[in-house]
């Protein structure tokens, strides 16, 4: 079983930056395949990012790509976000999740555990 904890959200202004961190607990975390999603108010849950158990595959929505970078380090048991040139509407509350991996990994229900989430504000 894994545990995750997220941090690092607040309140940022336009094309800022932040940097979300997401610890694990449980031996088998290098085993799973770590997910970032995101929900705004009154949205569904997205897909952001992905990184796989190896750290050598790495997906992102169109929505972020070229702005969000996703990395890991097994031996720490922690998955961040780095998330560069913030726009409003990437506002909504960020979510880690672990699962297996595989190709659904843009779906949500492809994921086995999930953090409490951590919000991200960008003010215009």
């Known amino acids: 079983q894994v545990q995750l904890v997220e941090s690092g959200g607040g309140l940022v202004q336009t094309g800022g930056s932040l940097r979300l961190s997401c610890a694990a607990s449980?031996?088998?975390?290098?085993?799973?395949?770590m997910g970032w999603f995101r929900q705004a108010p009154g949205k569904e849950r997205e897909f952001v990012a992905f990184v796989s158990w190896s750290g050598g595959s790495r997906y992102y929505a169109d929505s972020v790509k070229g702005r969000f970078t996703i990395s890991r380090d097994n031996a720490k048991n922690m998955v961040w976000l780095q998330l560069n040139s913030l726009k409003p509407e990437d506002t909504a509350v960020y979510y880690c999740?672990?699962?297996?991996?595989?190709?659904?990994?843009?779906?949500?229900?492809?994921?086995?555990?999930w953090g409490q989430g951590t919000q991200v504000t960008v003010s215009s």
């Open positions: 999740a672990a699962g297996r991996g595989g190709s659904y990994y843009f779906r949500s229900t492809a994921y086995d555990y």
């Open positions: 449980g031996r088998s975390f290098s085993n799973y395949g």
